[in-house]
């Protein structure tokens, strides 16, 4: 197998085991053996055109045409002409099914199913990074460079992908791209003999210590993969290491944290799934199943942009689950029990428990986490098709207890009340202008979550994005457009400013009671809720999202002494929401309010841009990398431009300044020849270079006047003992621009334009700087190196 | 109007120069080059030496640049029993004041016209060499200051080889320049059955400069500047010379500076107060080429001198400013390429 071969194979094996590190992200996985024939014969039709040999860029050229026409084989037959030519119509098809992919790529999590528009962003990506790194590593013979691509594509997929085996993943990638930088070593060694590949004998018969260059290139390459899976473990790292402070004395793995995975990413997936999958199966004991609220993990460490779980000590689960925070013996409850099954597919880190949970039973490495009494898993445990028992606390506070509660510990209320500075004033201000009236901490809470529930001309949009930046509530208040994130981020945040003690609770809200008395949650039943801590009652739910969940009991207006708005008087509040139809749903019962399904005069009217639309940082950058993109093809124009104006432009009158100058317009005008075609000659004075100038310009007598007059002031300049001024030499040159303009085709005018010959020049000064950099360096080499002992100048023995 | 340093006038130059070349190109009809390059050694105090096949002008060349000048001219005929005090003089026993008294021998003039040079012995040549050289004879131990300006114009026949005597290296090496006639055009030729059908042309002419015009233009020419990248191109031409593959025997240093100096004396009768690369490059061939050997692998090849000289001028980089080297737009790799051709 010669070389190039050889290289061209293991440029195919690198890409595909570089491609292996996507598979998890997609199901079923046989899209791989589609790109590992396709990749193939891809690599066959460079290796064709290498052996013919055609030049580099024909070569790639060939590749490109093959790709094509295999991607319109497989993807858009039907719309190709016989099948294989790609027309304006296979490619709009293709456009489309690129289209659907990227917006298939939005809406399922990993693994996505393998949906055709996916299929071809998988097929199509892994092809170009296939031929871009053949075109690097065999045709252009340089397989170092070639492990950017594959970097990229290794990053894209390890980006993507949720954990898991992700070593196995490197190891592949790393692999292939080693052996690719071996092939290529020993190719190039080969030019210069045959390659050994075993250990040499010397003359006396004994095994020689020197190792074969491959095979040593093979150990090292091993040593060095063995070497970045094993040293990270050992490592400390910035979190999850040895020297976490966060980490328990029992156990190990990093059981330290529960801030692995953002809930929140996932949370608007999950609401915006075509099919509702269902995700847990609940039995439970008790007949009201409206406040089964499931909860996951909750969000207490407010940074303005978003809600995060704080870091958190984590021990082993007990087998009594403390009481939970702030709950007095006083408060009505009833204590039951939920048979919770997981699905297949859903893999969590957080146990889903209802709150507050009392006991737990489990199988699995699980540990505790007291503060928000949630069950993380250990080890990469996850909820993965386990059924486990959660007995659990229903706190059915009255509203009396609720409005005359103490104030909290002042630790607690510091650690709850927790807003940045960044957060904007208009958030405090709304909340205090809502909550206007209201006498305690109690009234304010159920004001707010009527607000955003009823009164405040919210609606429920699933398809606003989660938005960032200290702005994104502020936004949201505006456009009144969101979904339970949005609501239960703002309603937290506010109640922070108003002084309530508050937190977001993630989970899902209850789901559907099913005909054999289970209750399925779906993946459509993720949800976001606040949780406002009173003392004596501990956290407790609120739901300021509308139609999601229900309104915990000791909130409703039905309640007597709660002062809440009466349905039947016009709400005052309604007035602060301008875009709110009041009359409209003022007959309207809260709870209906509450779900959207009161009659409207006119659709909710979308106030600007959404809660989420780019921000200026990214419209800028946009834009200066679209300007890069236009701008880059015309660069030679603008560095020729930029050049002849420095050349021709302004310059001191003395005779100090004639010389420059005079050898700047020389250079200009010698450029612009060669711009035109006129290649410069070294061997050439100024008189002869002129002469010919005119003769292959085919310049007019005026032009070759100038022409002349130029080379006459280049030659006093060099050569002169005083070297006079001479003026108008910038005109001069013009009018011989204009003289080989008039007589120079069109394609060599536009060629002159947009991409001058001269621009050589910017290589050759580059090279000469790279060159002058290479010789600094070996004149240092030989201090920087120790004299070999072997060298042949000694004596043996 | 330029003026050189030591006061020189270059308009009084070229008016003199142009009035010379006038006059000698009465007699020789359509050669230009080889008048213009007769006066440039003239200026440059070199010796010229025409090669040509018989009847094309040579003697003619010679004799029409000597009267044209009012000036000494001796005309030697080399014969192969031409002795060296022929030439150089001879001291006589003068019975009545009974000591030797020197007789000077045809060297002594202005311009020296040596007809077939190559036809003496080298015993005789070599009896130039001093003269040549030094501008002096030395006899019995007694030295000769010769006249100023001092010039030896030597024709030879190139083809013609039997009887004669090719000229020793160093003879070669202290012409400052060869030239060849040529034939010349139809056209001239015509008009020169016409002119000079009845009477000798050189009859007619009447010198249109004087010597010591001659001497003042010389120290003119002596005034013109060569910058130091013109100086070094000459170097360059001159040392490639030496190192060619084709060449057995390279220019001498002597040669360089002839170069040099024909090259002021170009740029003079162009009217410039400076010399030019372009001066060099069209005074390379004439200047270096009688002097080379090539080698015989060279002259199996048919490769003669002018060619390699010619193809050294069309290798070397044309220098550029010290302050822009590398960056003149003759060409941005100068001294890269100037490397390479240096190497080969």
């Given at each position: 197998m010669s070389g190039r071969t050889r290289l061209a194979l293991c440029a195919w094996a690198a890409t595909l085991m570089t491609a292996c590190a996507l598979l998890p992200?997609?199901?079923?996985?046989?899209?791989?053996?589609?790109?590992?024939?396709?990749?193939?014969?891809?690599?066959?039709?460079?290796?064709?055109?290498r052996r013919v040999p055609l030049a580099r860029p024909l070569t790639v050229a060939?590749?490109?045409?093959?790709?094509?026409?295999?991607?319109?084989?497989?993807?858009?037959?039907?719309?190709?002409?016989?099948?294989?030519?790609?027309?304006?119509?296979?490619?709009?098809?293709?456009?489309?099914l690129v289209r659907q992919g990227a917006e298939d790529v939005g809406r399922y999590t990993t693994p996505a199913p393998l949906t055709d528009g996916i299929r071809l962003l998988l097929v199509a990506g892994v092809l170009l990074i296939g031929l871009i790194v053949d075109a690097l590593a065999v045709t252009l013979r340089s397989a170092a460079t070639a492990g950017l691509p594959l970097l990229a594509l290794y990053s894209v997929a390890a980006g993507l992908a949720d954990g898991g085996a992700g070593w196995l993943w490197f190891l592949l990638a790393a692999a292939g791209y080693l052996m690719l930088l071996l092939a290529e070593g020993r190719d190039r060694l080969s030019q210069w003999g045959r390659v050994f590949t075993g250990a040499v004998r010397s003359p006396r018969g004994e095994r020689g210590s020197a190792v074969a260059p491959v095979r040593t290139g093979r150990r090292i390459g091993v040593?060095?993969?063995?070497?970045?899976?094993?040293?990270?473990?050992?490592?400390?790292?910035?979190?999850?290491?040895?020297?976490?402070?966060?980490?328990?004395?029992?156990?190990?793995?990093?059981?330290?944290?529960?801030?692995?995975?953002n809930p929140l990413v996932s949370l608007r997936d999950s609401l915006n799934v075509d099919e509702d999958r269902t995700v847990l199966t609940l039995r439970t004991d008790t007949r009201d199943t409206s406040d089964l609220y499931v909860r996951i993990v909750s969000l207490d460490d407010f940074d303005g942009t978003t809600w995060k779980p704080s870091q958190r000590h984590i021990v082993a689960v007990p087998d009594t689950l403390p009481a939970p925070a702030g709950l007095s013996a006083d408060v009505p409850r009833t204590e039951i029990t939920t048979t919770i099954s997981a699905a297949d597919w859903y893999a969590q880190d957080w146990l889903p428990m209802p709150y507050p949970p009392s006991g737990v039973r489990i199988r699995g490495s699980w540990r505790y986490e007291p503060v928000?009494?949630?069950?993380?898993?250990?080890?990469?445990?996850?909820?993965?098709?386990?059924?486990?028992?959660?007995?659990?606390?229903?706190?059915?506070?009255?509203?009396?207890?609720?409005?005359?509660?103490?104030?909290?510990?002042?630790?607690?209320?510091?650690?709850?009340?927790?807003?940045?500075?960044?957060?904007?004033?208009?958030?405090?201000?709304?909340?205090?202008?809502?909550?206007?009236?209201?006498?305690?901490?109690?009234?304010?809470a159920v004001k707010l979550q009527n607000w955003f529930a009823f009164d405040g001309g919210f609606q429920y949009d699933t398809q606003v994005e989660v938005g960032t930046g200290p702005q994104a509530i502020s936004r949201f208040l505006r456009d009144k457009r969101g979904f339970c994130v949005h609501f239960s981020f703002a309603m937290a945040a506010m109640a922070r400013t108003l002084g309530i003690p508050a937190r977001v609770a993630v989970g899902f809200a209850p789901g559907t009671v099913q005909g054999d008395g289970t209750i399925a949650v779906?993946?459509?039943?993720?949800?976001?809720?606040?949780?406002?801590?009173f003392e004596g009652v501990g956290w407790t739910r609120f739901e300021p999202t509308p139609t999601r969940g229900t309104t915990p009991s000791y909130?409703?207006?039905?309640?007597?002494?709660?002062?809440?708005?009466?349905?039947?008087?016009?709400?005052?509040q309604a007035s602060t929401a301008p875009s709110a139809a009041p009359s409209a749903t003022a007959g309207c019962p809260p709870e209906l309010r509450r779900l959207q399904e009161c009659p409207t005069p006119s659709a909710q009217p979308v106030a600007g841009p959404s809660d989420d639309g780019p921000r200026p940082f990214t419209i800028a950058a946009a834009a200066l990398a679209a300007l890069v993109v236009l701008l880059l093809p015309l660069s030679p124009l603008l560095w020729r431009r930029r050049v002849r104006s420095v050349r021709l432009g302004a310059h001191g009158r003395g005779e100090r300044d004639a010389v420059p100058h005079t050898l700047a317009v020389w250079q200009e005008l010698t450029n612009t020849a060669w711009d035109f075609g006129i290649r410069p000659e070294e061997s050439q004075t100024p008189r002869q270079a002129a002469a010919r100038l005119v003769r292959l310009g085919r310049l007019d007598p005026v032009a070759a006047?100038?022409?002349?007059?130029?080379?006459?002031?280049?030659?006093?300049?060099?050569?002169?003992?005083?070297?006079?001024?001479?003026?108008?030499?910038?005109?001069?040159?013009?009018?011989?621009?204009?003289?080989?303009?008039?007589?120079?085709?069109?394609?060599?005018?536009?060629?002159?334009?947009?991409?001058?010959?001269?621009?050589?020049?910017?290589?050759?000064?580059?090279?000469?700087?790279?060159?002058?950099?290479?010789?600094?360096?070996?004149?240092?080499?030989?201090?920087?190196?120790?004299?070999?002992?072997?060298?042949?100048?000694?004596?043996?023995? | 109007m330029t003026t050189y340093d030591d006061g020189a006038d270059l308009t009084d130059l070229t008016a003199t120069v142009e009035r010379v070349r006038a006059s000698v190109e009465k007699v020789i009809e359509g050669k230009p080059e080889a008048v213009r390059l007769a006066l440039t050694v003239l200026l440059a105090e070199g010796h010229l030496l025409i090669e040509d096949v018989p009847g094309v002008g040579k003697t003619m060349l010679a004799k029409a640049l000597a009267r044209s000048v009012d000036c000494s001219v001796r005309r030697i005929q080399f014969t192969p029993d031409l002795l060296p005090s022929d030439i150089t003089g001879v001291s006589v026993w003068d019975q009545q004041r009974r000591d030797f008294e020197f007789k000077p021998g045809a060297v002594f003039a202005q311009i020296v016209i040596g007809d077939e040079i190559n036809r003496a012995s080298p015993k005789t040549q070599s009896a130039l060499l001093e003269s040549m050289e030094e501008r002096q004879v030395t006899i019995d131990g007694q030295t000769y200051e010769l006249p100023s300006p001092f010039m030896v114009v030597a024709t030879q026949n190139p083809v013609e080889m039997e009887g004669t005597y090719p000229l020793p290296e160093a003879q070669r090496d202290r012409f400052m320049a060869r030239v060849s006639i040529g034939y010349p055009h139809p056209e001239a030729e015509l008009r020169m059955l016409d002119v000079h059908g009845g009477v000798s042309p050189l009859d007619g002419l009447r010198p249109v400069a004087h010597a010591h015009e001659v001497v003042k233009l010389i120290e003119a020419v002596r005034g013109v500047h060569v910058a130091e990248p013109v100086r070094r191109y000459a170097v360059d031409l001159v040392g490639a010379t030496r190192s060619h593959p084709d060449l057995r025997l390279g220019a001498s240093p002597r040669a360089t500076l002839h170069l040099l100096r024909a090259a002021k004396a170009a740029a003079a009768l162009g009217g410039r107060d400076y010399a030019l690369p372009d001066d060099v490059q069209a005074l390379a061939v004439p200047v270096l080429a009688h002097r080379l050997l090539p080698t015989a692998q060279a002259q199996l090849n048919r490769r003669t001198a002018e060619q390699v000289v010619q193809e050294i001028v069309q290798q070397t980089p044309v220098p550029a400013a010290p302050q822009q080297a590398g960056g003149l737009g003759l060409g941005g790799r100068m001294a890269q390429s100037g490397r390479r051709s240096r190497g080969l």
């Open positions: 992200l997609v199901s079923p996985a046989t899209w791989i053996v589609q790109v590992a024939l396709l990749l193939a014969v891809q690599s066959a039709v460079g290796a064709a055109a060939a590749q490109v045409l093959v790709t094509l026409v295999l991607l319109t084989l497989v993807f858009a037959r039907q719309q190709a002409p016989a099948g294989l030519v790609p027309g304006p119509e296979a490619f709009r098809h293709l456009a489309g040593v060095a993969l063995g070497v970045a899976l094993v040293v990270p473990l050992a490592l400390p790292g910035m979190r999850h290491g040895l020297l976490d402070p966060s980490r328990t004395g029992a156990g190990h793995g990093d059981g330290g944290t529960i801030s692995a995975v928000g009494m949630t069950l993380v898993g250990d080890h990469g445990q996850t909820t993965r098709g386990l059924t486990y028992q959660v007995r659990s606390l229903q706190v059915l506070p009255t509203t009396e207890q609720l409005a005359t509660a103490p104030d909290p510990a002042p630790a607690l209320v510091r650690e709850y009340t927790k807003v940045p500075r960044t957060l904007p004033a208009d958030v405090a201000a709304t909340a205090r202008r809502v909550t206007e009236g209201a006498g305690n901490h109690y009234e304010q779906g993946l459509k039943d993720a949800h976001a809720w606040p949780e406002l801590y909130t409703r207006s039905e309640e007597p002494g709660a002062p809440l708005p009466d349905p039947a008087v016009p709400s005052a006047a100038s022409v002349h007059r130029v080379a006459g002031a280049v030659e006093q300049a060099l050569y002169a003992p005083r070297p006079r001024p001479v003026a108008g030499l910038a005109a001069d040159v013009r009018r011989v621009t204009e003289g080989l303009r008039s007589t120079a085709s069109r394609g060599t005018r536009l060629r002159a334009l947009l991409a001058p010959r001269s621009a050589t020049r910017l290589t050759w000064a580059f090279a000469a700087r790279w060159a002058a950099v290479r010789s600094r360096v070996a004149a240092l080499r030989p201090v920087l190196r120790k004299p070999s002992a072997h060298g042949p100048s000694r004596p043996e023995g | -």
